[in-house]
């Protein structure tokens, strides 16, 4: 099964994304998840700071610059990672290197367009 690992963190986190530990415990990461052979896709978010929010109202597009919602924690990045069953799944988001400071979800992938099973 496909799950995604969508990490949230705060502003202050993305911040403070060049800091050198917290990139090699990432490559780390990353490394082990494709050893294990269950790493599909993943990436780093940029800032909320850098977003564009496009949305449809009365038949009109709305661009919005910014983080446009209005929450404490953004989404940073996502990895996609197919693995046996939920448990495996979450067993991976807790050796996330930002699954200290920051929020893990986890959540099953449906198998619309190219992820299929």
Same mark, same amino acid.
């Given at each position: 099964m496909k799950y995604a690992l969508l990490v949230h963190q705060s502003q202050e986190h993305f911040d403070r994304r060049n800091d050198k530990a917290a %990139?090699?415990?990432g490559r780390a990461y990353a490394e082990a998840l494709q050893a294990a052979g269950v790493f599909v896709a993943g990436a780093g978010l940029d800032s909320p700071r850098n977003?564009?929010? %496009?949305?449809i109202r009365d038949g009109k597009r709305q661009v919005h610059d910014g983080p446009y919602a209005e929450t404490k924690e953004f989404l940073a990045g996502f990895g996609i990672i197919d693995v046996p069953n939920l448990d495996a799944a979450l067993e991976w988001a807790a050796r996330h290197p930002a699954a200290g400071f920051a929020s893990i979800e986890v959540r099953p992938l449906l198998g619309f367009g190219s992820a299929k099973a």
């Amino acid at each position: 099964m496909k799950y995604a690992l969508l990490v949230h963190q705060s502003q202050e986190h993305f911040d403070r994304r060049n800091d050198k530990a917290a %990139v090699a415990a990432g490559r780390a990461y990353a490394e082990a998840l494709q050893a294990a052979g269950v790493f599909v896709a993943g990436a780093g978010l940029d800032s909320p700071r850098n977003a564009t929010t %496009v949305s449809i109202r009365d038949g009109k597009r709305q661009v919005h610059d910014g983080p446009y919602a209005e929450t404490k924690e953004f989404l940073a990045g996502f990895g996609i990672i197919d693995v046996p069953n939920l448990d495996a799944a979450l067993e991976w988001a807790a050796r996330h290197p930002a699954a200290g400071f920051a929020s893990i979800e986890v959540r099953p992938l449906l198998g619309f367009g190219s992820a299929k099973a």
